[in-house]
Nanobody
Framework: QVQLVESGGGLVQAGGSLRLSCAAS????????MGWFRQAPGKEREFVAA????????DIADSAKGRFTISRDSAKNTVYLQMNSLKPEDTAVYYC??????????????WGQGTQVTVSS
């Protein structure tokens, strides 16, 4: 079992930056591929970014390329999502997930409770 806790969300103006953190506890974090998803009101949960357990492979959604980066620090059992040049359409609840590597939420077995990101125009 893996427990995931996100932090770092908040209110920011368009063009600003936020760094989300996801702290993992429980079973060996370093063995899991990790992902970030987001869900806006009335919309389906969508893929944002993923990183393999080794950190060697990274995937970023087209909507986030050039603005968001994902990284992990296995010594701290933490995965990060650095978000720059934020847009109002980035407003959503952001979830950290652990499990399969890929863009489908169904591939991830473990989820955090989510952290709200609100970007004002």
């Amino acid at each position: 079992q893996v427990q995931l806790v996100e932090s770092g969300g908040g209110l920011v103006q368009a063009g600003g930056s936020l760094r989300l953190s996801c702290a993992a506890s429980g079973r060996t974090f370093s063995r899991y591929n990790m992902g970030w998803f987001r869900q806006a009101p009335g919309k389906e949960r969508e893929f944002v970014a993923a990183i393999t357990w080794s950190g060697r492979s990274i995937d970023i959604a087209d909507s986030a390329k050039g603005r968001f980066t994902i990284s992990r620090d296995s010594a701290k059992n933490t995965v990060y999502l650095q978000m720059n040049s934020l847009k109002p359409e980035d407003t959503a609840v952001y979830y950290c997930a652990g499990g399969e590597y890929g863009g489908s939420p169904t591939g991830y077995a473990y989820w955090g409770q989510g952290t709200q990101v609100t970007v004002s125009s």
